[in-house]
């Protein structure tokens, strides 16, 4: 498994990092209905998120020869509808990373790592 | 209530069902009517899909929250309003369908906690309530993107604070939000780029403003259960079953072409037909209107009036009804049924010259049909928007014209999904590999064995010749009937049945076993009927077959294999 995914033209390569096809990813999953953040994928990520920003911060991007494996690590909001929210989301990722990158999505994994509750009813 | 009993009472009765200030009962009779409202316009509201996603049934997943908002409460007597909007927002929640259904349920989930202790609601209470529905709906999102049903619960939660502070009349606040509600709706382009080029409004939000619309509509004294102005894509307007429901008095059919003056209001067009006639449709595409209506024998010119003062008529078709449906039957062509495919399955786009052959490609399994043929090429955008909305994406296109293969490739490589052209040249090249299709096998195999089976047929073509050339060694004149054998001129000649007969002989066909007549719309069947006799007893060890194609320009296409 390597760092970058490769695609052939008939002047050259184009090669994308997983950093850029997190970053869509991220951007995606922030923009999403229900979605008050990203969460860590664990201690190191915790820790290391602390020192720096870092693009793949609660995304992982994988490449096999079908096309992207992506996992998101969210948090939600209390109070609404995790399985329409998590639908959503791997919708609008699906697309967005399509759209751009050109690359098929194989599958595509939510993670709720947590509530945020802002209000109790 | 049932939708029907709501919508049948009169105002007064309307006002007595939701007194001010508002009680729990006052709430659900607002929230039904709503929801009729959202219901009566669903489709208008599924229409406005800009993603290729299955989350393009906005309509639909608003109005099943909402359903599941209401069933929550149906049953319930409640007359105090905190405990009722709790409800609500409960059952939104529970039954959150899609994107807009998760920000309606946050919207009741707000609208409910301002009204926590309550016993009724006032004006002030109401934009308290609508105020607190916005803060929680944008809670919901640390990026919120405006252009959406975010943005028109903002703008309806200002509205209501204005105001409040103007009058103290529920129906006159009401009046209001919606207003606002439609104002916001009409902006979201402005906000949002995708939808400008999609060329519609946020779908979310215009299923908020249909549900306080609704409410609106019911105190008012208007009707739910009917749109006053759904206008739909031309490709959808069904005008034949528009005929199946004709009334007694309304004798003529009435359909109108026309592009609209700028000041063109459709509300009032609504309005103005309604006192004319019945079954009232309006399409919109490319900037212009199709208008069709029924109408009774003297009124048949009011509709074209009418018109008249509000755009420029192109075109205006009038039919007898009674007539018609006196030889219903014999005019009328059943409907297409195309393939319904289902995610991951292998679905086929087929460019088609003609009715008849539409309905053939559709009965054997394709999923998409674009009209286009000889001299009216599909643009590359019509063979886009054909499988760009399919719900897999796996796509085959059969282009069946050289001039089309181009346009069919350049739609493969404007989308994300993996699309391949079969360079099909000609009708039977497309049923051919059309045979071989296989929905739930692997794309690559289905490629590849439909491009196999293309040259397993050989295609003939007659048609008129429209001017005096010389190709291929056949001197042609005008007018004269000439035959094509796979795209290559094979004779020139007087009559239809000679020409077919050379072309037969040149396309070997005592090598074959079936012959394929596919009719185009100036051939006559009788006369198709006496040619393929007379091929029966040339070849009479082949099997012949007739079909109707309704393709122009060509009065025969023949597959021979």
Redesign the interface.
Known sequence: MTDTETKHNKLGSILIQKEAIASIARQST????????LAPKNMIERVRQLLIKDAKFGVDVEFDHEGLLIDLYIVV?Y???II??T??IV??V??NV??TV?L?VRRINVHVRGLRI??M? | MSTAELTKLSPEERHKLVSVPVNGWGLKTLLEAGMIWLKTNQQVVNRLNVFPVPDGDTGTNMLLTMQAAFDEVENSGTENIGQLAHAVARGALMGARGNSGVILSQIWRGFARALDKEETMDVKLLSEALTEAKETAYKGVVRPVEGTILTVINDIAAQAEVSTQRTSVFTEVLADIVEAAEASVERTPELLPILKQAGVVDSGGKGLLCIFEGMWRFLNGDPLDKTVNEVMPLSEMDLEDAMETIEPGQDYEVVIDFSPDPTFNLEKYYEELTKIGTSIQVGEGDGMYRMHIHVPLDSRYQPIDHTMTLGTIQKVMMENLVAQMNNKGTVKSPKINLTQVKPGEVAVVAVSPGPGLSRIFASLGVAAIVQGGQSMNPSIKELLASFENLPTDKIIILPNNRNIIMAAKEAASMTVKQVAVIPTISVPQGLSALFRLIPDADFDDNVSSMIEAMDEVETGEITTATRSVEIDDVQVEKGEVIALHNGKLVTSTHSIDEACEELLIAANTNEYERITLFYGEDMPQSQVNQLSDKIRTIYPDHEIEVHEGGQPHYELIIAIE
């Open positions: 922030l923009q999403s209905y229900g979605v008050v953040g909001e109070g609404t509808r329409s929210i639908n959503s919708n609008s699906k697309y399509e759209k050109g098929p802002s209000d009813d």
